[in-house]
């Protein structure tokens, strides 16, 4: 078997600076030394980086010639430790110098570099555990090291990967508070990733042996932090070791995945009215929940400023570093707060009232999203009635339509798939009579029921296969909903790939098959579009997937899974593009054709009935007319059709196509019951444009408004001035 290959260096290169003779070394004040004592500075050494060597070998190349440089230098430190591979080395050696060369200290950094595995040997942590008692203040470096690295940020060499595994597994032989939070902030630091490369963590090596060490330790900070980071990590094999120590805790502690998660939850220290006011000099500083964001906000004298004091600014820069780390930490778990909400709506969870109104009412963050869905409470188990939350005195109370408090009984997160299409319509029109918006689409969610041809292919559907897609845009949309998905490219094993999701807390896991559409061109090299083919099911079985057949799969796993890929095809899809039809490229016009005025998928047709309920409230009420499959919009130069699905719009009598580009922020002050389908606010801003088509300035739109035939003689003045949002 060949070894895995990467582009590293092997050999050493002293750097002296100009002018120093061989065997010179330079003191920190600029003085020239001979050969280095104890307080002599290191010398400086870059890695050759030429050419490609398997990593073990090159591991112990460095190692023989570091161990040459270091003897000829006299350097206490290996030079193989820390070195300039990364920007970390270079910025510890310089902040932690006598530390680091401290008597014992190097050998302690040397072990633990050495470890070659997540998990430590019974012989490797008694050499540890020894080296940590004779070396002079090693147990303060391991955790200065682990600290810098939490708050560097940063990807790091290989190297200083498997150093920092091995300095994760010495913090773990303390066993006090302090040492718990470092270990968890140092875990959540090497399980982060750059925003372009999420599926790279900072140090994947340390981070799978950090996360076992921290699933070990009491308390509520280590079952936090990985929860968050099975929200956020879009590493596999990370996140996949983050899911498997989450049940394992769980286990131990009698909860289920689902419920580890929830109870995992931090409140940031904010008040049940999911704010935390602090004072800051003669100001008060608040941190605050306003809609589905964290912010601060400044007041003096309960006059609240529009921005930071300068006096803060200058006076207590400490303070706010402090309260903006604090809004970024409440809005990172807001956003992983609302995936996992929204995530139960495939799972079938009840709680008790107390547990329920304690978990999503009265926390800080989750009542963000809970107290805006609907839920049904039942006293029998049997029968179940719906309500929203509102507050009764001093308690929660769940309340019908009629603003009627339900009896106190078991509760469920609403899902419209067990509900009748009578109440699912008339929950819609109280939503919007009474201008409420929900965090996701819950009321006006789309349900996905089995087809009689998925029930005959027996494993897998068809529904959403043979859709041509713009990749990129659709490999960030899997993403953003959780679906983990090797990246396609002109490789070996590139050509395909399968976006997995798991669905039902954990029991099952849905995955949705594309591959690469080859580009006629052949030195281009990226991937600008894929095609779609089936979805399957796979059911939890101890460590492994066995795959499922439709019939067998849960109706909420199984509308969940597929109203993931009808949003991955109606978003991304050539046919939703306005502009993909003048491109000239004839290999996709017959789909995109076909495709573009098609009949409507459920989401389409739960836009059709959101359109049926927010037309009649708005001013352009009587130029509209609303179809099966349009919305018929009469303009003062001509009438239009507006595909509910992919947007188009054709114009008759002829019907030619009329591409628009849209701006969302025409629809203006129009309240929606939802805030995650921005097909419906594109065709409303369109609808908006079409019938005040004579007041278009945008010389690009009049140009296509013209008939072919007759031209159409439009007064000067329609074509001048500031061109609208396209």
């Given at each position: 078997?060949?070894?895995?290959?990467?582009?590293?260096?092997?050999?050493?290169?002293?750097?002296?600076?100009?002018?120093?003779?061989?065997?010179?070394?330079?003191?920190?004040?600029?003085?020239?030394?001979?050969?280095?004592?104890?307080?002599?500075?290191?010398?400086?050494?870059?890695?050759?980086?030429?050419?490609?060597?398997?990593?073990?070998?090159?591991?112990?190349?460095?190692?023989?010639?570091?161990?040459?440089?270091?003897?000829?230098?006299?350097?206490?430190?290996?030079?193989?430790?820390?070195?300039?591979?990364?920007?970390?080395?270079?910025?510890?050696?310089?902040?932690?110098?006598?530390?680091?060369?401290?008597?014992?200290?190097?050998?302690?950094?040397?072990?633990?570099?050495?470890?070659?595995?997540?998990?430590?040997?019974?012989?490797?942590?008694?050499?540890?555990?020894?080296?940590?008692?004779?070396?002079?203040?090693?147990?303060?470096?391991?955790?200065?090291?682990?600290?810098?690295?939490?708050?560097?940020?940063?990807?790091?060499?290989?190297?200083?990967?498997?150093?920092?595994?091995?300095?994760?597994?010495?913090?773990?032989?303390?066993?006090?508070?302090?040492?718990?939070?470092?270990?968890?902030?140092?875990?959540?630091?090497?399980?982060?990733?750059?925003?372009?490369?999420?599926?790279?963590?900072?140090?994947?090596?340390?981070?799978?042996?950090?996360?076992?060490?921290?699933?070990?330790?009491?308390?509520?900070?280590?079952?936090?932090?990985?929860?968050?980071?099975?929200?956020?990590?879009?590493?596999?094999?990370?996140?996949?070791?983050?899911?498997?120590?989450?049940?394992?805790?769980?286990?131990?502690?009698?909860?289920?995945?689902?419920?580890?998660?929830?109870?995992?939850?931090?409140?940031?220290?904010?008040?049940?009215?999911?704010?935390?006011r602090r004072a800051v000099g003669p100001y008060a500083a608040t941190v605050e929940i306003v809609g589905d964001r964290a912010r601060l906000v400044f007041a003096r004298d309960e006059v609240t400023l529009k921005g930071v004091p300068a006096q803060v600014k200058q006076s207590h820069e400490d303070d706010l570093a402090e309260l903006r780390a604090l809004v970024r930490q409440?809005?990172?778990?807001?956003?992983?707060?609302?995936?996992?909400?929204?995530?139960?709506?495939?799972?079938?969870?009840?709680?008790?009232?107390?547990?329920?109104?304690?978990?999503?009412?009265?926390?800080?963050?989750?009542?963000?999203?809970?107290?805006?869905?609907?839920?049904?409470?039942?006293?029998?188990?049997?029968?179940?009635?719906?309500?929203?939350?509102?507050?009764?005195?001093?308690?929660?109370?769940?309340?019908?339509?009629?603003?009627?408090?339900?009896?106190?009984?078991?509760?469920?997160?609403?899902?419209?798939?067990?509900?009748?299409?009578?109440?699912?319509?008339?929950?819609?029109?109280?939503?919007?009579?009474?201008?409420?918006?929900?965090?996701?689409?819950?009321?006006?969610?789309?349900?996905?029921?089995?087809?009689?041809?998925?029930?005959?292919?027996?494993?897998?559907?068809?529904?959403?296969?043979?859709?041509?897609?713009?990749?990129?845009?659709?490999?960030?949309?899997?993403?953003?909903?959780?679906?983990?998905?090797?990246?396609?490219?002109?490789?070996?094993?590139?050509?395909?790939?399968?976006?997995?999701?798991?669905?039902?807390?954990?029991?099952?896991?849905?995955?949705?098959?594309?591959?690469?559409?080859?580009?006629?061109?052949?030195?281009?090299?990226?991937?600008?579009?894929?095609?779609?083919?089936?979805?399957?099911?796979?059911?939890?079985?101890?460590?492994?997937?066995?795959?499922?057949?439709?019939?067998?799969?849960?109706?909420?796993?199984?509308?969940?899974?597929?109203?993931?890929?009808?949003?991955?095809?109606?978003?991304?899809?050539?046919?939703?593009?306005?502009?993909?039809?003048?491109?000239?490229?004839?290999?996709?016009?017959?789909?995109?054709?076909?495709?573009?005025?098609?009949?409507?998928?459920?989401?389409?047709?739960?836009?059709?009935?959101?359109?049926?309920?927010?037309?009649?409230?708005?001013?352009?009420?009587?130029?509209?007319?609303?179809?099966?499959?349009?919305?018929?919009?009469?303009?003062?130069?001509?009438?239009?059709?507006?595909?509910?699905?992919?947007?188009?719009?054709?114009?008759?009598?002829?019907?030619?196509?009329?591409?628009?580009?849209?701006?969302?922020?025409?629809?203006?002050?129009?309240?929606?019951?939802?805030?995650?389908?921005?097909?419906?606010?594109?065709?409303?801003?369109?609808?908006?444009?079409?019938?005040?088509?004579?007041?278009?300035?945008?010389?690009?739109?009049?140009?296509?408004?013209?008939?072919?035939?007759?031209?159409?003689?439009?007064?000067?003045?329609?074509?001048?001035?500031?061109?609208?949002?396209?």
């Open positions: 078997m060949v070894p895995a290959r990467r582009r590293c260096g092997c050999l050493f290169r002293q750097r002296r600076p100009p002018g120093a003779a061989r065997g010179d070394r330079a003191a920190p004040d600029g003085r020239r030394t001979g050969r280095s004592g104890a307080g002599a500075a290191r010398p400086e050494h870059e890695l050759v980086d030429d050419y490609f060597i398997a990593a073990a070998p090159r591991r112990r190349a460095v190692t023989l010639f570091g161990q040459a440089i270091d003897r000829a230098t006299g350097s206490r430190l290996p030079s193989w430790l820390l070195h300039d591979g990364d920007s970390f080395g270079p910025a510890v050696r310089a902040h932690l110098d006598a530390d680091l060369a401290a008597p014992g200290v190097p050998e302690l950094l040397q072990h633990c570099a050495a470890l070659d595995k997540p998990a430590a040997t019974a012989k490797w942590l008694r050499r540890l555990d020894e080296l940590l008692v004779a070396a002079q203040g090693g147990r303060q470096v391991v955790r200065r090291l682990l600290d810098a690295f939490a708050a560097h940020g940063r990807s790091v060499h290989d190297d200083t990967d498997r150093l920092l595994r091995g300095l994760v597994w010495a913090l773990s032989r303390e066993r006090d508070e302090r040492a718990t939070e470092l270990l968890a902030r140092a875990t959540a630091g090497a399980a982060a990733a750059p925003r372009q490369a999420a599926g790279f963590p900072y140090a994947s090596r340390t981070a799978i042996a950090a996360v076992r060490l921290l699933a070990d330790r009491d308390g509520d900070v280590p079952l936090r932090t990985l929860a968050r980071l099975a929200m956020t990590v879009r590493n596999k094999a990370v996140r996949t070791r983050v899911q498997t120590v989450l049940t394992q805790l769980g286990a131990r502690r009698g909860w289920s995945f689902s419920e580890v998660m929830e109870l995992a939850v931090d409140d940031h220290g904010l008040g049940p009215d999911g704010r935390l409440v809005g990172a778990t807001l956003v992983s707060e609302r995936q996992r909400v929204e995530g139960l709506l495939s799972e079938e969870r009840v709680w008790s009232y107390p547990e329920w109104s304690s978990r999503f009412l009265d926390h800080p963050v989750t009542a963000t999203y809970g107290r805006h869905l609907l839920w049904e409470v039942s006293t029998d188990g049997q029968r179940w009635t719906a309500g929203l939350p509102r507050r009764n005195g001093g308690a929660w109370a769940i309340v019908d339509r009629d603003g009627h408090a339900l009896d106190h009984g078991t509760v469920r997160l609403w899902h419209p798939a067990r509900a009748s299409t009578a109440e699912v319509l008339a929950w819609r029109g109280h939503l919007v009579d009474a201008g409420l918006t929900q965090p996701f689409k819950q009321a006006f969610r789309e349900v996905y029921l089995r087809t009689p041809a998925e029930e005959k292919t027996e494993t897998y559907s068809n529904r959403f296969a043979a859709h041509i897609l713009r990749y990129r845009q659709a490999n960030a949309l899997m993403r953003a909903r959780g679906w983990q998905a090797g990246y396609l490219g002109t490789w070996d094993g590139g050509y395909d790939s399968e976006a997995t999701k798991v669905f039902g807390g954990g029991a099952w896991q849905a995955s949705f098959h594309h591959a690469l559409v080859d580009d006629p061109e052949e030195r281009r090299y990226d991937v600008e579009y894929c095609s779609t083919d089936q979805v399957r099911f796979a059911r939890h079985d101890g460590k492994s997937w066995q795959p499922a057949r439709i019939i067998d799969v849960p109706p909420l796993v199984f509308t969940e899974a597929m109203r993931d890929v009808d949003l991955f095809v109606g978003v991304t899809s050539i046919a939703t593009d306005p502009q993909w039809a003048d491109r000239g490229e004839d290999r996709f016009s017959a789909y995109w054709h076909r495709t573009a005025v098609a009949e409507l998928t459920p989401s389409a047709q739960v836009r059709r009935d959101a359109l049926a309920r927010l037309l009649p409230r708005m001013a352009i009420a009587g130029r509209v007319d609303l179809a099966e499959r349009y919305l018929r919009v009469r303009g003062n130069l001509r009438a239009y059709r507006i595909h509910l699905g992919s947007g188009n719009i054709m114009m008759e009598p002829d019907d030619r196509y009329l591409c628009i580009v849209a701006a969302r922020s025409q629809t203006g002050r129009l309240h929606l019951p939802f805030d995650d389908d921005t097909m419906l606010a594109t065709i409303l801003s369109k609808a908006i444009m079409l019938a005040a088509d004579d007041r278009i300035t945008d010389p690009t739109v009049l140009s296509q408004l013209r008939p072919p035939e007759i031209g159409l003689c439009l007064p000067s003045e329609w074509i001048t001035g500031a061109s609208p949002t396209r």
